[in-house]
T-cell receptor, first 111, second 115 residues
Framework: GEDVEQSLFLSVREGDSSVINCTYT??????LYWYKQEPGAGLQLLTY?????DMKQDQRLTVLLNKKDKHLSLRIADTQTGDSAIYFC???????????FGTGTKLQVIP | EAQVTQNPRYLITVTGKKLTVTCSQN?????MSWYRQDPGLGLRQIYY???????DKGDVPEGYKVSRKEKRNFPLILESPSPNQTSLYFC??????????????FGSGTQLSVL
C-alpha cells in the first residue's frame, strides 16, 4: 500500500511562514489533500491539489506538488496562533477507500 | 446542520467486555469509514462501506466488526476489546461522485481506553 511520511513536529513564531512537507510513494495518486485537526476535534479539509497541477494558492495557503519526487508541501504565510493544529497529508489514488493519511505534523505557533 | 455524530465521546472499559461505538450522518452519504489515530502512526483505516449492506476491510480490521443496515448509521463493534485497541477513533463519511472531488466529513472522535 501507499506510504506517506511527514515530520512529527514543527515550531514557528507568530507572523513567520510555516512549511509542512510530505512524501508519498504511489505515483498514481490523483488528489492530494491537506486536512487540519484542531485540539479535541475531528479532521477538516484544509485544501487540496489535483495531480496535474504544480501549485495551488488559497489565501494564506500555498500547496506545491513535485510529482517526479512524490513530494507535497503546505506553506502557511503569516502563521497565527489559531493555526496551531495537526496537519495531515492524504493522497488519494483511485476510489474513496484509497485515501491514505500521513502521520500528521503538529504545528506549534509561538506568540 | 450537516454533521457526523459519534457516541460516546469518551469510553473506558475492561478487556473482553463487548462494546459498540455508534456513528450517524445526516447528509445521505453513501461512503462511510472508520479510522483509528495513534501517536506517530497517523490515521489508519479499519473498515469502510460504499453503501448499505456493502462493507470491506481497511488496513487494520483485526478485532473489529462493522455493519451497515441503514444508510445513515455505521456502528463499530469490538467483540472482545484488548488494551492494544486503546486509541482515538474517528468515523467519516462522503458522497460518492467519481467526477468531482468530494471531501471526507469527520466526526469529533471517540477516545477509547481498554484496561
Amino acid at each position: 500500500g501507499e506510504d506517506v511520511e511527514q515530520s512529527l513536529f514543527l515550531s514557528v513564531r507568530e507572523g513567520d511562514s510555516s512549511v509542512i512537507n510530505c512524501t508519498y510513494t504511489d505515483s498514481s495518486s490523483t488528489y492530494l489533500y491537506w486536512y487540519k485537526q484542531e485540539p479535541g476535534a475531528g479532521l477538516q479539509l484544509l485544501t487540496y491539489i489535483f495531480s496535474n497541477m504544480d501549485m495551488k494558492q488559497d489565501q494564506r495557503l500555498t500547496v506545491l506538488l513535485n510529482k517526479k519526487d512524490k513530494h507535497l508541501s503546505l506553506r502557511i504565510a503569516d502563521t497565527q496562533t489559531g493555526d496551531s493544529a495537526i496537519y495531515f497529508c492524504a493522497p488519494r489514488s483511485g476510489g474513496y477507500q484509497k485515501v491514505t493519511f500521513g502521520t500528521g505534523t503538529k504545528l506549534q505557533v509561538i506568540p | 446542520e450537516a454533521q457526523v455524530t459519534q457516541n460516546p465521546r469518551y469510553l473506558i472499559t475492561v478487556t473482553g467486555k463487548k462494546l459498540t461505538v455508534t456513528c450517524s450522518q445526516n447528509m445521505n452519504h453513501e461512503y462511510m469509514s472508520w479510522y483509528r489515530q495513534d501517536p506517530g502512526l497517523g490515521l489508519r483505516q479499519i473498515y469502510y462501506s460504499m453503501n448499505v449492506e456493502v462493507t470491506d476491510k481497511g488496513d487494520v480490521p483485526e478485532g473489529y466488526k462493522v455493519s451497515r443496515k441503514e444508510k445513515r448509521n455505521f456502528p463499530l463493534i469490538l467483540e472482545s476489546p484488548s488494551p492494544n485497541q486503546t486509541s482515538l477513533y474517528f468515523c467519516a463519511s462522503s458522497p460518492i461522485d467519481r467526477v468531482t472531488n468530494e471531501k471526507l466529513f469527520f466526526g469529533s472522535g471517540t477516545q477509547l481506553s481498554v484496561l
